[in-house]
């Protein structure tokens, strides 16, 4: 059975930073593209980023470059979102996704994913 595993959500104030960790069981991703995704109340589910199956390459939002860094250690299965200057609207759900094509085109969009974890709650004060 694949899980992914997010944890690091948490409160924190306007302007301060968070990590997000996400591992994953039952298979090996490290071959495969991982992503982020958020989900805010009310909204649709979003992409916030992604990273190539050996971290060579990654992609961002507009809304979140410059200040969220996706990362991944192939050897424990695990992906980061590191995410410095945070607002108020980056409070969400948010979700890790996982590809299960090896060696895929890396998608922005959540149909490119096949394995999804329960997703962890970021919360941003004013």
């Known amino acids: 059975q694949v899980q992914l595993v997010e944890s690091g959500g948490g409160l924190v104030q306007a302007g301060g930073s968070l990590t997000l960790s996400c591992v994953a069981s039952?298979?090996?991703?490290?071959?495969?593209?991982m992503g982020w995704f958020r989900q805010a109340p009310g909204k649709e589910r979003e992409f916030v980023a992604a990273?190539?199956?050996?971290?060579?390459?990654?992609y961002y939002a507009d809304s979140v470059k410059g200040r969220f860094t996706i990362s991944r250690d192939n050897a424990k299965n695990t992906v980061y979102l590191q995410m410095n200057s945070l607002k108020p609207e980056d409070t969400a759900v948010y979700y890790c996704?996982?590809?299960?094509?090896?060696?895929?085109?890396?998608?922005?969009?959540?149909?490119?994913?096949?394995?999804w974890g329960q997703g962890t709650q970021v919360t941003v004060s004013s």
């Open positions: 990273i190539k199956w050996n971290g060579g390459r990654t």
């Open positions: 996704a996982g590809d299960a094509t090896p060696l895929g085109r890396v998608a922005m969009s959540e149909y490119g994913y096949d394995y």
């Open positions: 039952g298979r090996t991703f490290s071959s495969c593209a």
